[in-house]
């Protein structure tokens, strides 16, 4: 549904983008992820047409963009961006009315009473959107993108105005799209990425780090790490063990115990002499856990040896 091949960009000065390359797969939620200014933004406006690339070549659902996408490639995309912004004069539903023109819906009046349902907007439906708070807009934004049932759902930040229950309610949605459409979704919030995408790509600095299946991506980043919950009498003790086993790598001291991770090649001595001598030594343990690591954890540590790469590369010209 994406393609992108060797992308460059420019604004002024900086490159902004640097020979970019991924795939989105039809039917499939990526996560778009990358700190403040690493370019996630501007390529989506690359993806809509609103910027030209310096280089390199975009296809969306088959077809080559150019300047912009067709008037029938627009008809089967929907953007949402971080603050959507409506005319203050129109009222919600007016809103909605204006975004089914500019498609074409011929009876959208029913759908959109739904989502606008769906997402308990139905009863400011007639109010002035200039009267909307933020996390409102925001609602209201997702209903226009997905009121002409897009094949391609480009989200920029959806969820960052919303509440808890707002932010799970969306989640939510979007999950049950996939299979059914595309959805291409940048966020800040990873535990939101790890809930809902099957495939990651990130970037960094206009450079793409990873493309991988989420799945593929957690299992190669897995290392042995466990959580040993202790009795608080029992704190000392523990600690004192652990810091002289040969198969303790890291110890990290937490409220009700330790995370500690595994020497390579050890965690036969550690699961049963390690846990063996924390008993003898009159340790209560209470509970003794894998601690599987969460898409924040890698996402950091691939920045991280990004940079060290680029430091490397940069000495090594």
Do not use: W
């Not at 790490?225 to 937490?254: C, G, I, N, P």
């Amino acid at each position: 549904m994406i393609q992108v091949q060797a992308l460059n960009k420019k604004i002024g000065k900086i490159d902004v983008l640097s020979n970019l390359s991924f795939q989105v797969p039809k039917g499939s939620i990526s996560g778009f992820l990358g700190p403040n200014g690493a370019g996630k933004t501007t390529t989506i406006k690359l993806l809509l047409g609103l910027l030209v690339p310096d280089s390199g070549s975009i296809r969306l659902l088959g077809e080559e963009i150019g300047r912009a996408p067709s008037v029938a490639l627009r008809s089967k995309i929907s953007y949402l961006p971080q603050d959507p912004i409506f005319p203050d004069q129109l009222s919600g539903r007016e809103v909605l009315a204006l975004v089914a023109e500019n498609y074409s819906l011929p009876s959208a009046h029913r759908r959109a009473a739904e989502l606008l349902a769906q997402f308990q907007l139905e009863g400011d439906a007639s109010r002035k959107v200039s009267s909307y708070s933020r996390g409102m807009k925001q609602k209201l934004g997702l209903v226009a993108a997905l009121l002409p049932q897009p094949q391609l759902l480009l989200l920029d930040e959806p969820v960052s105005a919303l509440d808890p229950a707002g932010r799970h309610q969306v989640l939510a949605l979007v999950a049950q799209l996939a299979g059914k459409a595309t959805v291409f979704l940048s966020s800040h919030i990873l535990a939101d990425i790890q809930r809902v995408a099957k495939r990651v790509i990130i970037i960094n600095k206009g450079r793409k780090l990873v493309e991988e299946n989420l799945e593929v991506l957690l299992s190669c980043h897995r290392q042995e790490y466990y959580r040993l919950q202790v009795a608080a009498q029992s704190q000392k003790r523990a600690e004192l063990v652990l810091k002289k086993d040969r198969a303790v790598a890291e110890l990290v001291s937490q409220e009700k115990g330790f995370l500690v991770r595994v020497n390579p090649g050890q965690l036969g001595h550690f699961r049963s002499i390690t846990l063996s001598s924390l008993l003898d030594a009159g340790v209560e343990l209470l509970d003794f856990t894998q601690k599987d690591p969460d898409l924040e954890e890698i996402f950091f540590k691939i920045l991280e040896e990004g940079e060290r790469n680029a430091k490397s590369n940069s000495l090594g010209n």
